[in-house]
């Protein structure tokens, strides 16, 4: 029992600092765990979170997806809007990512955030969310036409889908079809859902 128990501490700690030494590991653990919240707590996330209020994103009872949350900038801001009565969920395919996002629901005392890991599928029934925000992550996904796919199976038939993005007008090659643009502000690109 106890070699059993040795062995396994011991590939646990391989797998560990394997993992930690990895170089690409490292380089992404650096920017999104460490300089990704500064920037977003200190710039834009202010405008960000200022633009969701004149535009009413957020209300209580709401389900919401934080498609690419990262360590939860907005997963959190977001479920205190939704309420007790609503739901955050949180999907990310970053498993570091989540463990700061639960810790910090936590840390909050938030009890109505769900944490996702994946790269697109949400596991989530169709048309039952009422708001699917998309920061800063469309540009990083491969099968972009899948996820808004997938995105569009999942909103609710009156439901909204912001997307925040650098790419631009780029983003409605994706969402052609699927989604129909309300209004553009810069980088924030509001959706309906088309039928
Ligand atoms: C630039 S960060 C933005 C994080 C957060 N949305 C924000 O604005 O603060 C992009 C995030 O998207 C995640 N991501 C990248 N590709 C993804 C995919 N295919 N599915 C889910 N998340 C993805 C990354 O792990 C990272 O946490």
Redo the contacts with the bound molecule.
């Keep these: 029992m106890i070699v059993i128990g040795a062995r396994r501490k011991l590939s646990e700690l391989e797998r560990f600092l394997g993992e930690k030494l990895n170089p690409i590991y490292k380089a992404h653990y650096a920017v999104?765990v460490y300089w990704?919240?500064w920037w977003?707590k200190l710039f834009s996330?202010r405008r960000i979170l200022k633009k969701w209020g004149e535009i009413k994103l957020v209300q209580e009872g709401q389900t919401f997806l934080?498609?690419?949350?990262?360590?939860g900038?907005?997963t959190i801001p977001a479920a205190q809007g939704v309420g007790a009565k609503g739901k955050v969920y949180a999907?990310?395919?970053?498993p570091r990512?989540l463990e700061i996002v639960e810790q910090k629901s936590k840390q909050e005392g938030l009890t109505n955030i769900e944490t996702i890991l994946?790269?697109?599928d949400t596991g989530l029934a169709s048309e039952s969310i009422d708001v699917i925000w998309?920061?800063?992550?469309l540009h990083?996904?491969?099968?972009r036409r899948v996820?808004m796919e997938e995105l569009h199976r999942i909103l609710k038939q009156k439901g909204t889908l912001v997307v925040?993005d650098s790419m631009g007008e780029k983003v409605l090659s994706y969402t052609d079809g699927l989604f129909s643009l309300i209004d553009r502000d810069d980088k924030l690109l509001r959706f309906t859902k088309q039928s």
Excluded at 66 to 71: H, R
Excluded at 140 to 143: G, P, R, T, V, Y
């Design positions: 999104w990704w919240p977003r996330g934080d498609y690419g949350c990262g360590v900038s907005f999907l990310d395919c970053f990512q994946s790269t697109g998309m920061c800063d992550v990083e996904i491969s099968a996820v925040h």
